[in-house]
Structures are given as structure tokens and as C-alpha cells.
């Protein structure tokens, strides 16, 4: 029973790890930052958004900090499409809905829902 619930936690555990960017060497805006503790939302600034970083991954810069949210389900994101973002008060929370929108047609292009944003920062 004990090995089972051993078993048990360590699978959990596994499954509580926060999605990461697909390569942070692909950001070059990572590079000698360390990432912290995930969070649930950030609190955005007026003017300021969310940018596409990569196929599948979007930053928020605070200050020093850079807030990197990992969206699998949106692998074609492209950093010539717009971002379209829909929040909810002041705050990019996990599950709010972003969009894209191709910046020469206009066509609407994949939805997803945003996951914890990890922060990096310098040493």
C-alpha cells in the first residue's frame, strides 16, 4: 500500500509542474534569468500587453520582470499576428480567452486559454 501511495504522489507531483516555454533559449529576453514560482494572474498595466514570443508562448514585461505564459493549444501563433485579449478587471488571469488575428487579412485565427505565468528574473 505504501508503494502505491508513493506511486501515487510522485505522479501528482508531475502533474503540478507549470507549462514552460518550449525552449527559453528561444527567448532571447531569458537568457541569465532564473524562472520563479508560478502565478495564477498578473496585473497589467494600461498600455502594456501581452506579446507573442514564440508559437506557443506569450511574455508580459513588469519592470525587471518578465512574465512568460506557455499555451500549447496555440502552436501557430506567429509574432506578426495581433493579439487579441479580452480581461476581465486588471489582471491576465489562467483560463482568460486571447485570440489572434492575422495582421494582413484580418482573418481571425486560433483561440486558447491562458495558463499560470512564470516569472524570470535576473540573479
Excluded at 488571469?93 to 486558447?112: A, E, H, K, L, Y
Amino acid at each position: 500500500m505504501r508503494i502505491f501511495a508513493l506511486g501515487l504522489a510522485a505522479a501528482l507531483a508531475g502533474c503540478t509542474a507549470p507549462p514552460q516555454p518550449a525552449s527559453t533559449t528561444a527567448i532571447p529576453e531569458l537568457a541569465n534569468r532564473v524562472a520563479g514560482a508560478p502565478q495564477p494572474c498578473i496585473t497589467f498595466t494600461q498600455g502594456e500587453g501581452l506579446h507573442i514570443a514564440g508559437p506557443n508562448t506569450l511574455t508580459y514585461r513588469d519592470g525587471r520582470t518578465i512574465w512568460v505564459n506557455s499555451v500549447p493549444e496555440c502552436s501557430t501563433l506567429r509574432s506578426s499576428d495581433i493579439l487579441v485579449l479580452e480581461p476581465v478587471g486588471s489582471q491576465y488571469c489562467r483560463g482568460d480567452f486571447v485570440r489572434t488575428r492575422d495582421n494582413q487579412s484580418g482573418i481571425p485565427g486560433p483561440g486558447c486559454r491562458l495558463n499560470d505565468f512564470v516569472p524570470y528574473t535576473r540573479p
